[in-house]
């Protein structure tokens, strides 16, 4: 069966600081991989999407980006935080179009 | 962009309860989805349902595409139902990410 992995948990960074959250599928080739973030009390928008090695499509100008170096591997940044970037960041994969979430990462800038 | 929107966004009810939670959405789709936050923030894949409806457990979900909008029912509700549910819209198809309405928050109080 597919598994989908998030780390880390939890973080808390000081603004200004470089960010990297690694998302991996398992189970699954060549699966359409999503970041979505979630801002306290509110619903999920959807940041990135890529449907295959090094193609990467950005749904909002932001302070971040992605990267996807491998078939299974979905990787979120950010060169310098800011107080906005916190939230709860999510990332799915496509399943004959249903989409499946991972447990997210909780980021805190301070 | 598509438009969801969802009601009521705050419900209340006592254990056992029946509850209706409505979905509307502003353009044709292919995919709709309905999850479950918990309090946890993980997504809980409750129906892929862009048309017709579906059965599971105390849980059914039914979408008229024609009309643009979908219902999740909820019967003799548990406390363990408490959380966030989200109706997420995918108007176009394959790599396309979801948009999400901003939820419906469900208290069942025992």
């Known amino acids: 069966s597919q598994t989908i992995h998030q780390w880390p948990a939890t973080l808390v960074q000081p603004v200004g600081s470089p960010l990297s959250l690694e998302c991996t599928v398992e189970?699954?080739?060549?699966?359409?991989l999503y970041w979505y973030r979630q801002a306290a009390g509110r619903g999920l928008q959807l940041l990135f999407y890529?449907?295959?090695?090094?193609?990467i499509s950005s749904e909002v100008p932001q302070n971040l980006s992605a990267s996807r170096p491998q078939d299974r591997q979905f990787i979120l940044s950010s060169k310098k935080l800011l107080l906005s970037d916190s939230g709860f960041y999510l990332c799915?994969?496509?399943?004959?179009?249903?989409?499946?979430f991972g447990p997210g990462t909780r980021l805190t800038v301070l | 962009g598509i438009q969801v929107e969802q009601s009521p966004p705050d419900l209340i009810l006592q254990e056992g309860a029946n509850s209706t939670l409505r979905c509307n959405f502003s353009?044709?789709?292919?995919?709709l989805q309905w999850f479950h936050q918990n309090p946890w923030g993980q997504l809980i894949n409750l129906f892929y349902?862009?048309?017709g409806t579906k059965q599971n457990g105390r849980l059914s979900a039914t979408t008229v595409a024609t009309e643009r909008y979908s219902l999740l029912y909820i019967s003799s509700s548990q406390t363990t139902d408490s959380g966030v549910y989200f109706c997420?819209?995918?108007?176009?198809?394959?790599?396309?990410?979801?948009?999400f309405g901003k939820g419906t928050h469900l208290i069942i109080q025992p």
């Open positions: 799915a994969w496509n399943s004959y179009n249903e989409q499946f």
């Open positions: 189970g699954t080739s060549n699966p359409n």
């Open positions: 890529s449907v295959g090695i090094g193609q």
């Open positions: 353009d044709s789709v292919n995919n």
């Open positions: 349902i862009p048309s």
């Open positions: 997420a819209v995918d108007p176009g198809g394959g790599a396309d990410g979801l948009t």
